[in-house]
């Protein structure tokens, strides 16, 4: 079934957890992830694998940062049809015919002038690059996450439609402030969401931000509500992460992040983690969700 198709469908779609976190743990370093679609597929293949194995309908592949102004600013923008390419390839291995794959696009991680060097025609041909070869290498979708400017996710929303995206999903990542959860670029809830559904987004929602708590996320999904009525797709931190030994960790238990997904679950349609998250949080939050209340194919 297309995903298109089961969001209208009854049930919950369970979404994957933190990926760049995970690869953490493997010793990554500071080397870019996509680089580990070519040097070590099997490490990437194994963190999918896991997050398939605990209960995820939907896998993201490790695309975020493939596009071309920050394969330039890492040096390797050589590799970017490779590094699409076996991300799709890689996801897909591990997931096979029981779920969804996500081609990831991220931020160009560059601001539009006058703020910053990047012009809107430089943007959207480095959005319309990336999208194409993730459309080319067969994800199910576009998931346009961790946005924070309302000028750059309209233009990737707008251009995935464009090249035939079977589904669009756009989140933006929110911080607490005291008018209310704003991205780092002062954009609303409301905003966006309104600005995703005239681009043509099939869900909308959040994930990664500073929001940690059900009331920070039932707030949210309010603002969200006030906007849409489109499939809301929620992906929280693992809580407030902690500086030890050099090193952030998040430290939420897999009970506590199990319980919170779980109500989060009550009012969104795709629900799992981001940063700090693991295949044990998405494995507690399967566990809790009621049989009736998850998506079944």
Not at 150 to 162: F, G, K, P
Not at 166 to 180: H, L
Not at 230 to 257: A, C, D, H, R
Request: with cysteine; proline share 5%.
């Amino acid at each position: 079934m297309k995903l298109r198709e089961a969001l209208a469908l009854p049930g919950v779609v369970i979404s994957d957890g933190g990926l760049g976190t995970e690869l953490q743990k493997l010793g990554i370093g500071s080397v870019l992830g996509e680089e580990w679609n070519l040097a070590h597929p099997d490490r990437i293949r194994s963190v999918h694998q896991r997050y398939r194995e605990a209960g995820s309908n939907l896998i993201t592949a490790n695309t975020f940062g493939a596009n071309r102004p920050t394969l330039t600013r890492h040096g390797v923008a050589g590799k970017l049809v490779e590094f699409n390419r076996a991300g799709v390839a890689i996801a897909r291995e591990a997931v096979g015919d029981c779920g969804w794959v996500m081609g990831d696009v991220g931020p160009c991680g560059e601001l539009l002038k006058p703020l910053g060097r990047m012009t809107m025609p430089e943007m959207e041909e480095a959005l319309r690059e990336q999208i194409a070869l993730l459309l080319e290498a067969g994800v199910d979708g576009i998931l346009v996450e961790t946005m924070t400017a309302l000028a750059e996710v309209e233009a990737a929303i707008r251009i995935a439609r464009e090249l035939h995206a079977p589904c669009v999903i756009a989140t933006c990542a929110f911080d607490p402030f005291k008018v209310g959860p704003r991205t780092n670029m002062g954009v609303s809830p409301e905003q966006f969401a309104k600005a995703a559904v005239q681009a043509g987004a099939d869900a909308v929602g959040a994930n990664c931000g500073k929001l940690t708590d059900i009331g920070d996320f039932n707030g949210l999904i309010d603002r969200f509500r006030a906007a849409t009525e489109l499939p809301l797709m929620i992906q929280p931190n693992g809580g407030k992460p902690t500086l030890e030994g050099g090193k952030f960790v998040y430290t939420i238990s897999s009970e506590t992040m199990g319980e919170l997904l779980l109500r989060i679950s009550e009012r969104a349609k795709i629900v799992g983690g981001c940063c700090g998250t693991n295949p044990d949080h998405i494995r507690a939050f399967r566990e809790k969700l009621p049989a009736a209340r998850a998506w079944h194919a």
